[in-house]
Every structure is written in C-alpha cells, then in structure tokens.
C-alpha cells in the first residue's frame, strides 16, 4: 500500500506565496510521474502540474508561470511552489503518483491540502 501526504497548505493572501509538499511512503519500489490536481467547489478537478522521473514538467495554462513543480527522488517527495496567488487559485490541492510496489503497478491520491488566497 503507498500512502501519500500533502502538507503546506493554509491562508493567504493575493500575491502571496505557499509551497505545497506531498511525500510517498510505503512499500514503494519505483515511483514515476508525480503531479498535483486541484478542485475548487463546484468545479470538477483540474490538472495543476506534472514531472517525470527524468524531471520533465508540464502546466496547466492557468498556472502562466507562477507555480513551479519539482521532486526529491531520494526523498520521494514532490512540491509545488506558488507565487503570486489569486483568489481563484483557491482550492483542495491534491498530488498523485505512479509507480510500482514489489507486486504491482499503483496509481494513489493523497487526502489535499486547502488553499485559501483571501483578503
């Protein structure tokens, strides 16, 4: 079973900046891409960002340079970094990750984390 944990997430206001953590844990023999998803109420999850294992990353149009995706293979842990955030950057903000146990393939979501950005 692999567990996943986001940490970082809270209150802040417009401009401001929060990195989120989710860290891997378990029976884990090899983890792929990892990314983080969010989902605003009423709204249906949307990707936010991807990496691969050789580091390659992908954003969603809405991110428009502020957020930086990036992971700590030793660690098996992936963030996000935000900046500049604004209101509708509020959110549930989820990761995910791929990879393989020692007798199978997984895909797992971690719990969220809240992100408010509010004045």
């Known amino acids: 079973q692999v567990q996943l944990v986001e940490t970082g997430g809270g209150l802040v206001q417009p401009g401001g900046s929060l990195r989120l953590s989710c860290a891997a844990s378990?029976?884990?023999?090899?983890?792929?891409?990892m990314g983080w998803y969010r989902q605003a109420p009423g709204k249906q999850r949307e990707l936010v960002a991807v990496i691969t294992t050789s580091g390659v990353t992908t954003y969603a149009d809405f991110v428009e340079g502020r957020f930086t995706i990036s992971r700590d293979s030793a660690k098996n842990t992936v963030y996000l970094q935000m900046n500049s955030l604004k209101p509708e950057d509020t959110a549930v903000y989820s990761c995910n990750a791929k990879g393989l146990t020692y007798d199978r393939l997984f895909v797992s979501w971690g719990q969220g984390t809240q992100v408010t950005v509010s004045a």
């Open positions: 378990g029976s884990i023999l090899s983890l792929g891409t």
